[in-house]
């Protein structure tokens, strides 16, 4: 039986959950209150002021991390022990940045040799399609790059290339290729010449169906569009760890660059999965990203849990999700070019963390992983913050903004902070009902009205929200906030004694799908599944409703 909920600590926090006063009196009687819950780190400033906290529920909050050995946990997973039991792996993204001066043996191999091994070969690779060593079949320099991948193989390269833009080198142009709907890799083609684009193929597993389906349709194409078997080499290479099938498939052993099973889908940016980023930023970029994330995970690695910025994250998430049940967290940014990360924290941490055992295999009696979503400032005040302001679902918030624009164009960047600084203080303070109506005292309606319509404008407040500042997101600081979301999502996993490492969950639906697939490929009609898949494939196959 699973002793969390049954800890002192636990229930203490329960009853400690009940007894908050509301945010706006925990300002109004401590006026040092943003110094005391704000932490400056590896480039970072997190204000985590506007949280229902106080000192005595960081106390209790970090007493249940140290019940949950949380210290010895994150030593145990930056040196390599077997943590994600159910797959006999170590998890080790974090040696992906570690300097080339570091060294890690597993299993007998310096895993951080290894890592700058292949970083020069991704630098080589670069090097070369840059200075037209490497040509295509016509012996034109490759302009155009396809990124060929899906979940963590498509998310994290994407979405760092478009945080990064203002990095751009301009050598090439890259084009992303993930969903199995042909539409997404029709699109690409009907603008590329075979003559001049590579196509990167990225598959941890080298088995994802998507990924398989997109590389044999863009193999079709080149060969269908003036290229030869002989020159698939020059116009196709692969990140993989099944490198015995990526050869099997085609691609020329040498253009084949390896990644490891003790790095997860989710967590493999850093590697050369990674490739489309440095493509785009260069690889003396690319280097700063991985130091920054490095920067975050010696900081984590040694700080005290109550100096800790991802533990302080990590442990309010608990804070929400288990004594207040929060159902979701919402990240906004408030900068366009990181328009895309609330997707990537929503595969980094919902695919951690959206388990139901624990690692021993006992069912949880308590919440885990919440619903991540989110998207970009200002445009989501114009969406669904009306849910989040008077809502009845309490939904944890992380604002992130830089202080200093990519663009600094007249008011643009002042308005933009004043809309992420004035949404935390909406939310936080909220609006009581005799406000709304001194606000509505000389409207020209009945005080019937006005008693009406201030009962609709007030606003509960009390509504949680960490803002999370940088000077400009640059490679560096945004490695920063990657390594400190991953690690956020860590504690989260430890505390929930779940295997975050894993992801069992995604399989049946891969393998109903396969069977599914069968039955579409026959002309007979299908009756041998539940009604409602039977229909639904007989629909398909007579091709209208
Ligand atoms: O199905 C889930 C998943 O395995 C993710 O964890 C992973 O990022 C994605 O599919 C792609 O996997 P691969 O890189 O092996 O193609």
């Known amino acids: 039986m699973n002793s969390l909920r049954n800890s002192q600590t636990w229930q203490a926090l329960q009853e400690h959950s009940q007894q908050l006063p509301h945010m706006r009196e925990l300002f109004a009687t401590n006026t040092q209150r943003f110094n005391q819950y704000s932490l400056k780190q590896c480039g970072l400033f997190l204000d985590y002021s506007k949280n229902r906290i106080t000192d005595e529920t960081l106390a209790l909050l970090m007493q249940l991390a140290q019940e949950s050995q949380l210290d010895a946990k994150i030593k145990a997973m930056f040196n390599g022990e077997i943590i994600n039991n159910t797959e006999g792996r170590a998890v080790l993204h974090t040696a992906l940045r570690r300097p080339t001066t570091d060294s890690l043996m597993l299993d007998g191999v310096d895993v951080v040799a290894e890592v700058q091994q292949t970083l020069a070969k991704m630098e080589q690779f670069i090097l070369q399609l840059s200075s037209g060593t490497w040509r295509g079949y016509t012996g034109e320099k490759i302009t155009d790059i396809v990124s060929i991948g899906i979940g963590g193989s498509f998310l994290g390269p994407k979405i760092i290339s478009e945080s990064l833009k203002p990095y751009w080198t301009g050598d090439f142009n890259c084009h992303f290729v993930a969903n199995v709907d042909g539409a997404a890799i029709s699109d690409k083609l009907a603008k590329l010449d075979p003559k001049t684009t590579l196509f990167l193929m990225s598959s941890k597993s080298f088995g994802t169906q998507e990924t398989l389906t997109n590389t044999l ?120 070019y990181l328009r895309g990360l609330p997707a990537y924290f929503q595969q980094l941490d919902m695919e951690s963390n959206g388990k139901h055992v624990t690692l021993n295999g006992t069912k949880v009696d308590y919440s885990t992983g919440p619903v991540i979503w989110g998207g970009e400032g200002t445009n989501g005040q114009h969406a669904y913050h009306q849910l989040l302001h008077q809502g009845t679902a309490l939904i944890p918030a992380d604002f992130i903004m830089p202080l200093q624009s990519h663009h600094p164009i007249g008011e643009h960047h002042a308005q933009l902070a004043s809309n992420c600084f004035g949404q935390t203080q909406a939310l936080m303070q909220g609006r009581t009902y005799e406000e709304a109506l001194a606000e509505l005292a000389n409207a020209n309606i009945t005080d019937e009205q006005k008693q009406l319509i201030a009962k609709h404008k007030e606003m509960q407040g009390n509504k949680p929200s960490n803002t999370l500042l940088m000077d400009k997101v640059t490679p560096k600081t945004l490695g920063a906030m990657i390594a400190l979301y991953e690690h956020r999502t860590f504690v989260q996993g430890v505390i929930w004694q779940i295997n975050s490492f894993d992801q069992w969950g995604v399989e049946l639906g891969k393998t109903l799908g396969n069977n599914v697939l069968d039955r579409l490929n026959q002309t007979e009609t299908t009756v041998d599944l539940d009604s409602s898949s039977n229909a639904l494939i007989n629909l398909f196959k007579q091709g209208s409703i």
């Open 217 to 336: 349709t863009a193999k079709a194409w080149f060969l269908a569009n003036g290229g030869t078997q002989a020159d698939v080499a020059k116009h196709f290479a692969a990140v993989t760890s099944n490198v015995a099938k990526a050869t099997e498939f085609g691609i020329d052993a040498a253009n084949i660059f390896p990644m490891w099973d003790w790095v997860g889908g989710r967590y493999s940016l850093w590697s050369a999965i990674g490739l489309p980023i440095a493509l785009l930023i260069g690889m003396d970029n690319f280097k700063a990203l991985l130091a920054g994330a490095n920067e975050m995970d010696q900081h984590f690695y040694s700080a005290p849990l109550t100096q800790n910025m991802p533990v302080i994250m990590g442990m309010l998430s608990v804070w929400y999700s288990d004594f207040f049940n929060a159902q979701s967290h919402v990240v906004l940014t408030y900068d366009h």
